[in-house]
């Protein structure tokens, strides 16, 4: 009687384990870490559907929720080395059960290289809480999935601010995107060798080659402006064909708020008709290179804007890098307190010198915005050592003991 009763008990327990992951309502709380999904056979269909694909008989689905710990990103993926050939389909969302709303969602990790498996990344801020489901669109076959987070520190508004698009997960925690045309397809990453020399080229893009007309928008990390300070804005693009031949239109503008909807406060650029310039070997290396001058009539934290537009049956835009600086001082600079700039590639030694004023503080910045160096000294030849940094673009800002400043760009290989 005792084993008895102690069986029902375990069976009672693994039942309501199974009936956990259900519901929305119901769903079984994980942190990150390889999670079991059972067989797909009942259960809450997710809704609505996150996931490409759509209009598929769904009938069960399995419910997982976490709140995250980090300020970042995190990835929920199927793609295991301990998976079975299953063909998943996964939906993420935030909100209550009652009002969901899709954040993420993916059918097909790689469609073109016949990779059934989902994945999808996500920007999470620390204390809220996120739903995972899955549901048996192509499969009631059971997997794992792991899910991770990963704790992203985006640029606060300081300038200089820039971006070559080489880190997905800066990307997807730092930028924000809206798909203006509804066609599922706005601004993401490609890494593609595209020159064939064995290293990838990354860029952004609008990414879809639609038979509708397309409007996206990328917005960039917030920039502080001060009033009557001149800015360099830089950017580098190019179109891309595919399907379609590419017949772009990008608008880069000042935005104070990361929405389509938000109030204008300069319009900086402007060019219709942009096609792809050389051959897709050459996407980057032919690019199209735009400096925009801007005084800024006011003080505060805004955005910059790339809208991308294009009629139908076209191809896409591709943006390879921006970066903006303050240069109000530099002139005077030039003139008042000469100063010159080594790096030597085979000791990682950075050297700074002026001809009149000493300097007082200098601060490196890498392409997010952030500080990754500081060093105060009242000297006229500085040296700094940079075999701590990985290779990349750098900005490097120089202080005076007169309050002068100067960026300079430099190219750590």
């Known amino acids: 009687m005792k084993k008895f009763?102690?069986?029902?008990?375990?069976?009672?327990?693994?039942?309501?384990?199974?009936?956990?992951?259900?519901?929305?309502?119901?769903?079984?709380?994980?942190?990150?870490?390889?999670?079991?999904?059972?067989?797909?056979?009942?259960?809450?269909?997710?809704?609505?559907?996150?996931?490409?694909?759509?209009?598929?008989?769904?009938?069960?689905?399995?419910?997982?929720?976490?709140?995250?710990?980090?300020?970042?990103?995190?990835?929920?993926?199927?793609?295991l080395i301990t998976n079975p050939t299953v063909d998943t389909r996964l939906h993420i969302y935030t909100g209550a059960c009652s009002v969901l709303e899709c954040i993420a969602g993916n059918d097909?990790?790689?469609?073109?290289?016949?990779?059934?498996?989902?994945?999808?990344?996500?920007?999470?801020?620390?204390?809220?809480?996120?739903?995972?489901?899955?549901?048996?669109?192509?499969?009631t076959s059971g997997f794992d999935f792991e899910l991770t987070e990963t704790a992203i520190s985006c640029p606060s508004g300081s300038?200089?601010?820039?971006?070559?698009?080489?880190?997905t997960n800066d990307f997807i925690a730092c930028f924000s995107t809206e798909d203006i045309d509804g066609n599922g397809s706005d601004w993401k990453l490609q890494f593609v060798d595209m020159d064939g020399d064995g290293n990838d080229e990354d860029y952004a893009t609008t990414g879809t080659n639609s038979n509708i007309a397309k409007e996206d928008w990328l917005f960039?990390?917030?920039?502080?402006l001060t009033i009557n300070n001149s800015y360099q804005i830089n950017f580098k693009y190019n179109g891309g064909n595919g399907t379609f031949p590419a017949n772009e239109t990008l608008e880069v503008i000042l935005v104070d708020a990361a929405s389509s909807s938000a109030t204008v406060l300069q319009s900086v650029f402007t060019e219709t008709g942009i096609t792809r310039t050389g051959n897709f070997s050459q996407g980057?290396?032919?690019?199209?290179?735009?400096?925009?001058?801007?005084?800024?009539?006011?003080?505060?934290?805004?955005?910059?804007?790339f809208k991308a537009t294009s009629p139908t049956n076209s191809g896409s835009l591709l943006l390879?890098?921006?970066?903006?600086?303050?240069?109000?001082?530099?002139?005077?600079?030039?003139?008042?307190?000469?100063?010159?700039?080594?790096?030597n590639r085979d000791t990682d030694?950075?050297?700074?010198?002026?001809?009149?004023?000493?300097?007082?503080?200098?601060?490196?910045?890498?392409?997010?915005?952030?500080?990754?160096?500081?060093?105060?000294?009242?000297?006229?030849?500085?040296?700094?050592?940079?075999?701590?940094?990985?290779?990349?673009?750098?900005?490097?800002?120089?202080?005076?003991?007169?309050t002068i400043s100067k960026t300079i760009k430099l190219l750590k290989l």
């Open 349 to 402: 030694m950075l050297t700074i010198a002026s001809d009149h004023h000493p300097i007082n503080t200098i601060k490196v910045f890498n392409i997010l915005g952030q500080e990754v160096i500081q060093k105060s000294m009242d000297t006229k030849e500085v040296r700094i050592e940079l075999s701590s940094l990985i290779d990349g673009i750098y900005l490097v800002r120089i202080l005076s003991s007169n």
């Open 220 to 224: 960039s990390p917030p920039i502080d």
């Open 159 to 167: 300038l200089p601010i820039a971006s070559d698009f080489d880190n």
């Open 5 to 79: 009763y102690i069986t029902c008990l375990a069976l009672f327990a693994l039942n309501s384990y199974t009936l956990a992951q259900d519901t929305c309502a119901g769903a079984l709380s994980i942190v990150p870490s390889v999670q079991n999904v059972p067989n797909i056979n009942s259960g809450q269909v997710p809704n609505p559907d996150c996931a490409e694909n759509f209009g598929q008989l769904r009938t069960a689905g399995k419910w997982y929720v976490f709140t995250a710990s980090v300020n970042g990103v995190a990835k929920v993926t199927s793609d």
């Open 108 to 139: 097909d990790k790689d469609p073109f290289g016949n990779v059934r498996f989902s994945e999808a990344i996500w920007p999470i801020s620390s204390g809220i809480t996120y739903y995972i489901a899955w549901d048996n669109q192509y499969s």
């Open 320 to 343: 390879f890098d921006y970066s903006v600086t303050d240069v109000t001082l530099s002139n005077i600079l030039h003139q008042d307190n000469a100063l010159r700039h080594t790096y």
């Open 284 to 305: 980057e290396a032919l690019a199209t290179s735009q400096s925009i001058p801007y005084t800024s009539t006011v003080t505060g934290t805004y955005y910059l804007a």
